[in-house]
């Protein structure tokens, strides 16, 4: 139960829409695969009085007084992140994915630096070299790509390409792929060519934490990661890092930085100010929630709920980029069932599924109306559904898209859909 009886009282206007909001979350089924549901502490500890304080620096070395609860509470997080990931080193304060991988980009290149990031159209993300993000502006990127026929990494062509590029760092990680990424291929070929590897873990941290996927960290130079997606936390990111590297550059040097050093001054005063303490806390919530053995239950489920619902689509009749998943996420060419992930996207809105659409590996359509759809089960998981749900979520979809035209089909549809959400219900 989450009560608000002051907002209610203060601000009924912003009060009724987030009612009407949680309403939206517990009577429709979020399949966008980097949303989630968290605790009610991790809620409460968002919405404390922690918000109050600013506290530029880090723990025991502030630019402001007052701080010693708030170094106690970055302390815990830090702590936990490390305990959880196995990492030397963890920086807490990055407010969200972009503005970490933008401290890290700060902290381990010059503008004008080359680094290999996978392509936005094949499962990249905008901070991996997108010509739009502060990453392809102020850097050099050479794009890899998945094979044309399987759209899986091929990571020959990958270490052909760092070969022939001879870039600075090597970004692995993704936000639209569906398998898992050999992670120790990737830190072969960054050996190789003497790059760093920083890999950005956003979409599969969680399923990492229970050990589920290979843990980079204990190969990369720098691992990032949002908190609020599989890890199910508060909205925010985190850096973590050897403390030591091995390729001291002029740069740092001169800097007479450790890598972690580096990362650290590249978030503050590099690229943020005062950290959010309220969300900090509420981070170290989310890690001591990942460290109990029940997360790695619920990791596992998310998982075979993505087989189940990929199965279950591929049944009637989607084609599904890579032919399946391995992880949280699939992606599904609607290119058969002659509609656009636009068009694909609205009508699974009508009958309450949130999915969102999404460009497809070699796509011929823009990333505003592209040829696909991405979900994922993160979400559905955390509120107890299972297989036989998945089964179901699997036909809804379906039916829907094969009847988009007929409106009586659509409402027995949605209803449907809420009959199965009243049985799921997270927030009351
Ligand atoms: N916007 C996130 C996603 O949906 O995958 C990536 O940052």
């Given at each position: 139960m989450i009560i608000m009886k002051s907002?209610?009282?203060?601000?009924?206007?912003?009060?009724?829409?987030?009612?009407?909001?949680?309403?939206?979350?517990?009577?429709?089924?979020?399949?966008?695969?980097?949303?989630?549901?968290?605790?009610?502490?991790?809620?409460?500890?968002?919405g404390s009085i922690l918000t109050n304080k600013y506290s530029e620096g880090y723990p025991h070395k502030r630019y402001y007084g007052g701080n010693i609860f708030i170094d106690q509470a970055e302390d815990l997080a830090i702590e936990r992140a490390?305990?959880?990931?196995?990492?030397?080193?963890?920086?807490?304060?990055?407010?969200?994915?972009?503005?970490?991988?933008?401290?890290?980009?700060?902290?381990?290149?010059?503008?004008?630096?080359?680094?290999?990031?996978?392509?936005?159209?094949?499962?990249g993300h905008l901070t991996h070299g997108s010509p739009v993000s502060f990453s392809g502006k102020l850097y050099k990127c050479a794009p890899y790509f998945v094979d044309k026929e399987t759209e899986l990494i091929d990571y020959d062509a990958v270490r052909k390409l760092a070969l022939a590029e001879k870039p600075k760092m090597i970004m692995?990680?993704?936000?639209?792929?569906?398998?898992?990424?050999?992670?120790?291929?990737?830190?072969?070929?960054?050996?190789?060519?003497?790059?760093?590897?920083?890999?950005?873990?956003?979409?599969?941290?969680?399923?990492?934490?229970?050990?589920?996927?290979?843990?980079?960290?204990?190969?990369?130079?720098?691992?990032?990661?949002?908190?609020?997606?599989?890890?199910?936390?508060?909205?925010?990111?985190?850096?973590?890092?050897?403390?030591?590297?091995?390729?001291h550059d002029k740069y740092r040097k001169e800097e007479k930085k450790n890598l972690a050093q580096m990362i650290d001054f590249n978030v503050f005063p590099g690229t943020q100010g005062g950290p959010h303490d309220h969300i900090n806390a509420a981070k170290a919530v989310c890690f001591k929630e990942a460290l109990q053995p029940e997360f790695k239950d619920y990791a596992k489920q998310i998982v075979k709920n993505a087989k189940t619902l990929s199965e279950g689509?591929?049944?009637?009749?989607?084609?599904?980029?890579?032919?399946?998943?391995?992880?949280?996420?699939?992606?599904?060419?609607?290119?058969?069932?002659?509609?656009?992930?636009?068009e694909a996207e609205t009508v699974l809105d009508e009958v309450s599924i949130t999915v969102n659409k999404n460009t497809i590996p070699y796509d011929q359509r823009k990333p505003w109306d592209p040829s696909g759809?991405?979900?994922?089960?993160?979400?559905?998981?955390?509120?107890?559904?299972?297989?036989?749900?998945?089964?179901?979520?699997?036909?809804?979809?379906?039916?829907?898209?094969?009847?988009?035209?007929?409106?009586?089909?659509?409402?027995?549809?949605?209803?449907?859909?809420?009959?199965l959400c009243k049985k799921f219900v997270f927030y009351s």
């Open positions: 907002l209610k009282d203060s601000d009924p206007e912003i009060y009724n829409i987030i009612q009407r909001e949680k309403e939206r979350q517990m009577n429709g089924l979020e399949l966008i695969p980097s949303e989630n549901l968290v605790s009610t502490a991790v809620l409460e500890a968002m490390k305990q959880l990931f196995g990492a030397e080193h963890v920086n807490v304060q990055p407010l969200s994915g972009s503005p970490a991988n933008m401290a890290v980009f700060f902290a381990l290149m010059n503008p004008g630096d080359k680094f290999l990031g996978m392509d936005l159209s094949c499962g692995s990680g993704f936000s639209a792929y569906p398998r898992t990424l050999d992670f120790s291929e990737f830190q072969k070929i960054a050996d190789e060519v003497e790059a760093y590897h920083v890999a950005d873990v956003a979409h599969i941290a969680g399923l990492i934490a229970a050990g589920i996927h290979d843990n980079p960290v204990k190969y990369c130079d720098v691992v990032t990661t949002t908190t609020h997606k599989t890890l199910r936390g508060p909205r925010g990111a985190i850096i973590m890092s050897k403390i030591d590297d091995r390729y689509l591929m049944d009637h009749g989607f084609r599904l980029i890579t032919n399946g998943t391995d992880n949280h996420l699939m992606l599904i060419d609607m290119t058969n069932k002659n509609i656009t992930g636009k759809i991405r979900l994922g089960t993160p979400l559905l998981t955390t509120r107890g559904m299972c297989e036989s749900e998945m089964k179901s979520v699997a036909e809804y979809i379906a039916k829907a898209i094969d009847h988009r035209n007929d409106s009586t089909i659509k409402e027995k549809i949605r209803q449907d859909v809420l009959q």
